[in-house]
């Protein structure tokens, strides 16, 4: 008798240990979360990056690819075929942008988008769109084409602004959606 009181002594006191350790983690997390709460993903604010990257589309958050996806992008030969277009830049800006980029990309940032976005891609995956992203893929995976592609006022999902009321902040959360033209 004396030894399973025992048994069960220590078997809670563990029990008791373990559930503080996984609390510490997550308040370790969340701490590091307080500093995004506001905005879910480091707005950009280079004038330079917002002039060159935000003439054709939305300038997107560095926080929303990894570094490595941006080094593919802002190449200088990727740049003269963007996508079909052509987003050339001289070297000195070229190099100031990915600066940018580089040092926000979502495999540094600790907010809580960034950090989805990283934990949906596989080790070493550098995708050149945001919406291939799996992560990003299934939050709009349920929307209708009409909606998006088939949407004057839209035109495709790259453009997040559209819907996305305050994404020029770096926000995403479904508060602040409108779809336009969906009554
Ligand atoms: C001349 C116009 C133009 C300029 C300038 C431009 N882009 Fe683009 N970008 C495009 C087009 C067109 C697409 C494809 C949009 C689509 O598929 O609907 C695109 C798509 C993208 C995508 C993928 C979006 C997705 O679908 O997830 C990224 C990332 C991107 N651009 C980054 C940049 C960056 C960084 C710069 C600045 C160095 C830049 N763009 C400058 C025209 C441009
Ligand atoms: C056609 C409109 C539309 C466009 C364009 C669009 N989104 Fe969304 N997005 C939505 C809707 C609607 C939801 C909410 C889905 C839901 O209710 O779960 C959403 C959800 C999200 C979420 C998850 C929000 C949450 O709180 O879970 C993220 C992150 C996001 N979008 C990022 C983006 C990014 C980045 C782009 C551009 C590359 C983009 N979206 C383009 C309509 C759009």
């Known amino acids: 008798m004396r030894t399973r009181n025992a048994v069960i002594m220590v078997g809670s006191a563990l029990a008791l240990l373990l559930s503080q350790a996984v609390f510490a983690e997550e308040g370790f997390f969340s701490w590091l979360g307080s500093f995004s709460r506001e905005k879910e993903i480091a707005p950009v604010t280079d004038a330079t990056y917002n002039k060159e990257c935000g003439s054709c589309h939305f300038p997107f958050q ?3 690819l990894p570094e490595a996806s941006w080094r593919k992008l802002l190449d200088a030969k990727a740049l003269s075929d963007h996508f079909g277009d052509n987003a050339e ?7 100031k942008i990915l600066d940018v980029l580089v ?3 979502a ?3 600790y907010r809580k988008r960034s950090r989805k976005i990283m934990k949906s891609l596989g080790e070493g995956d550098a995708p050149l769109r ?3 992203i799996p992560y990003i893929k299934a939050k709009h995976s ?10 004057p006022k839209v035109k495709g999902l790259s453009f997040c602004n ?3 009321q305050k994404a020029a902040d770096g926000v995403y959360d479904d508060d602040t959606v409108r779809i336009p033209g969906k009554s």
Request: net charge negative; hydrophobic share 20%.
């Open 130 to 132: 945001i919406t291939e």
């Open 89 to 95: 830049l001289d070297d000195q800006t070229r190099q």
């Open 62 to 64: 560095p926080g929303l």
């Open 162 to 164: 559209k819907c996305h």
């Open 142 to 151: 349920e929307i209708p084409e009409n909606l998006v592609k088939g949407n």
């Open 103 to 105: 040092a926000d990309s």
């Open 107 to 109: 495999d540094k940032s």
